[in-house]
């Protein structure tokens, strides 16, 4: 039987929807629809056992927003109590019968005296309307107000939080989350409160139109005196009165008892209690006083006395917390007692409060010593951009960086700290990985960046500048020009924009910096969840944590993404039991990652359009290869070197003119080398081997870089054959 009545309920529950649409419905034909005695009392009793509930539910409730649905509750429990008002007063009026609810309320609850009834009812709906009702309003709208002011500043402070580290993006998604809760639920019952005042209002004007209604029935249509008429109908009156307004006090306290409620997390009980017996000196101090009241002459001194007997008890008994000044005394001036005094006796100080002083004191030094993995600082003229209340959405393109960088590249970038430096120019920037600036741009907060991409001869007003990422002419203008520069091939971003950009293209070009052991180490976590094997395999017998970092830095060295963990970690198992080495390690595995980052520098499907070298020249730079343990690199003579460079220059300037990625194709043995030696000069260029091009990629070559005429005179002279490096 249990079993079935469970079964049952679970069945209604999931259906509350229509539960609830019914129960609607079903209020509505109340207003319409006679209903008779037996079912008034049943819907009467429903009323003050939903009320009784709601009131319970509200005591147990932890926080006031987390029982949301209230306002929606008081609302439907009003309309309710007024369909049934409409119901009793029906069957009142027609058959001088609505139950023997109404007709206990009428003569047990005021004995039948419908002048103590009728001052009873005014008593509750005054303190229904005047005390509770009012004040709980006056509350909610309060509450309500200060919570929506308070919300950009609340918003703000998880955003700061985020970035700084102190909380993840799960947690500050939550947050974010309760305050709109909290800012729904006081806004909805500053208005939900006024319907609990034009119930109570409605209350008096159905009483008395039911005594007036019912008096003239007695009269002119049951033939009763009216001594009579006026009793019958009065007490009945009164008592339907009583019988819906107890229920809406009782609404009432629970809504004043919900907003008045303060955010901690225990039930009502357990924190009102605890706050009231948490002071045994108060309760000695009441227990004195109540001895005190019941010796005053014509005082009943039983009382008082048993009273005054509690509360010294408890006063003994009770003492959860010591006195706040000895508290003060024997827990924070310990710990400070404990570090002046280490190695010796604690005085009255607790060894145990010394401890854990001195770790406090441990943890807030380590903090100094702690350096943001990045952060970005700003001047104090920028300050607005972080700011929301004014506006700035800094902060969470911030955030926004960071999920298209774990999208696009694979890493998850740690927690960027934002923070003014009164050091630099108010509308300066920096960015920083581990303390150390790496780059820095200047933004006017109030102006908008015209970028010449189009090379336009047309001169704009304002503030001539470069682009911080690509160098491009700009010019910082005002508002009012921007549909000018727009319309003179001008692109137009921002402030904010820049810095992000800025931020984003920084992040990308560092982002091998930024993946430590512990980062590596999480991923690995990550990828053993679908697939054990493959890390069982690779750890801890073939390669370590260290070796797999290095590999994945050197793909993100070159803008390649390492979203494809998995494939990339069965290619260091497939070549750790050749080499260790993690530059090798690396130039094997992206071989198999062509397929995925070639097609990226197509001009069109299967079409890569990039520069190559002449092969004499490459096979002399394969004899200039230096390898190290930890590096490799190229050793040329310096006229070699600026002959390379600038070829490249000008031969990769022309494929960036037309639209085109800047891509030089040499061999596997080569590119690595070549690509370390290249990268201070041309950190965009991407340097790729023949072995990595898909099969189906056809090459067009945009130029050859040529053999320097000094070597090509003295490769000549000596007569040395020279073939193209596998």
Known sequence: MPTSANQFINQLLRRADLVFTFGLFATVLLLIIPVPPFLIDVLLALNIGMSLLVLLAIIYVKDAPEFSGFPTVLLTLTLFRLALNISSTRQILSS????????????????????????VFIIL?????????????????????????AMPGK???????????????????????????EADFYGAMDGASKFVRGDAIAGILITLINVV???????????????????????????????????????????????????????????????????????AIA?????????????????????????????????????????LATGADASALGKQKAGGKQGQGKPGDAAAGTANTIDEVRKLVDVDVFAIEIGHGLL?????????????????????????????????????????????????????????????????????VSASKTVLRGVPTK?????????????????????SGYTVVDAASVMITHLAETLKTNAHLLLGRQEVQSQLDYVKQSQPALIAELLPDLVSIGIIQRVLQNLLRENLAIGNLPIILEGIADFAGTTKNPDDLSELVRKRLGIYFVPEYEYRAGYIKALTMDPRFEQWLNTKIQRSATDIGLAVDAASGRHLIEELSRKSADLVQKGLPAVLIVSAETRLALRRFLEPSFPRLAVLAYSELPGATEIENA????????????????????KVAA
């Open 467 to 487: 682009e911080p990422v690509f160098k491009l002419d700009a010019t910082w203008i005002d508002e009012v020009d921007k549909k000018n520069a727009e319309l």
């Open 125 to 149: 709906v005054v303190i229904n309307f005047v005390v509770i009702t009012k004040g709980a309003g006056r509350i909610a709208e309060v509450s309500a107000r200060f919570t929506l002011d």
């Open 703 to 722: 130029g050859i870089i040529t053999l320097p005429d000094n070597l090509a005179a003295a490769l000549n002279q000596g007569n040395q054959p020279l």
């Open 287 to 327: 227990s004195a006083m109540l001895a005190v009241f019941g010796l005053l002459p014509g005082m009943p001194f039983l009382p008082f006395a048993v009273l005054a007997v509690i509360s010294g008890f408890l006063s003994q008994t009770l003492k959860p917390a010591e006195d706040p000044a000895l508290a």
């Open 96 to 119: 001088g019968y609505a139950g023997d609810i109404i007709a206990s309320f009428g003569h047990m609850v005021i004995g039948g005296n419908y002048i103590v009834g009728a001052v």
């Open 384 to 452: 607005n951009l972080a700011n929301a209340k004014t506006g700035g959405d800094l902060l969470t393109r911030v955030t926004g960086v960071r999920k298209n960088l774990a999208r696009e590249r694979g890493i998850i970038v740690p927690p960027i700290s934002v923070r003014d430096n009164l050091e630099l120019d108010a509308n300066d920037y920096r960015f920083l990985i581990r303390g150390k600036s790496i780059a820095r741009g200047q933004i006017m907060p109030t102006r908008l960046l015209a970028m010449n």
């Open 213 to 283: 209604g019912g008096f003239a029935i007695g009269v002119f249509q049951m033939d009763l005196s009216l001594t009579e008429s006026l009793q019958k109908f009065t007490v009945l009156s009164i008592g339907d009165g009583l019988v819906t307004q107890i229920p809406a006090l009782i609404i009432s306290i629970g809504a004043g008892l919900l907003v008045t409620r303060s955010s901690e997390n225990s039930n009502l009980g357990t924190q009102v209690f605890g706050q009231i017996f948490k002071y045994p000196r108060a309760l």
């Open 155 to 181: 918003q703000m402070a998880i955003d700061a939080e985020l970035n700084a580290g102190i909380i993840d993006e799960a947690s500050a998604k939550a947050r974010r989350l309760y305050i709109q809760k």
